[in-house]
C-alpha cells in the first residue's frame, strides 16, 4: 500500500481531524482576554493539554485502555481551568449575564404619595427630636 492509498485519517494518525487539545488552548489563549496575573492558569490548561495529548496518543499507539481511561481523566480538570479563563461558551454567557445585570439601567423607584407624605412625617420628627435633645 502506498502513501497515496491511505486514507487522510491514517496518515495523520487519531485524532488528526480534530488537532490537538494543546492546538486548542492555545488558541483559545488567544482569544480569551487575561492580565499577566493569569500566567499560572494558562500554565495549567496547557500543562492538561499536552499531557492529555501525549497520553492520547501513547493510549492509541499502544492499544492501552488503561493510558487512555487516564486521559480521559484529566478532561474535566482541563476543562475547569477553562472555564475559569472564560475560555468556554458557558463562562462566556456567564459573565455576559453578569455584566448585562451590573450594566442594567437601576429600576425607576415608584413612589406612593401617601408613603412620601409619611416618609417626610417621619425625617421631620428625627429632626425635631434631634434639634429637642
Known amino acids: 500500500m502506498t502513501g497515496s492509498d491511505v486514507a487522510p485519517e491514517e496518515e495523520k494518525g487519531p485524532r488528526a481531524e480534530f488537532g490537538s487539545l494543546s492546538d486548542a488552548v492555545n488558541d483559545a489563549v488567544q482569544h ?7 500566567s499560572g492558569v494558562v500554565s495549567l ?3 492538561y493539554a499536552s499531557t492529555i495529548d501525549g497520553m492520547t496518543r ?10 487512555l481511561g487516564k486521559a480521559a481523566y484529566l478532561g474535566p480538570h482541563l476543562l475547569g481551568v477553562l472555564r475559569e479563563m472564560g475560555a468556554t461558551s458557558a463562562a462566556r ?3 455576559q449575564a453578569k455584566l448585562a ?5 437601576a429600576p425607576e ?10 416618609d417626610e412625617v417621619g425625617a421631620r420628627r428625627r429632626t425635631r427630636r434631634k434639634s429637642s435633645a
Open 32 to 38: 480569551v482576554d487575561l492580565a499577566d496575573e493569569d
Open 109 to 118: 423607584k415608584k413612589t406612593d404619595p401617601a408613603q412620601a407624605v409619611m
Open 93 to 95: 454567557a456567564e459573565l
Open 101 to 105: 445585570k451590573v450594566q442594567a439601567p
Open 45 to 47: 490548561a496547557r500543562h
Open 58 to 67: 501513547m493510549g492509541v499507539q499502544n492499544k492501552d485502555a488503561q493510558m
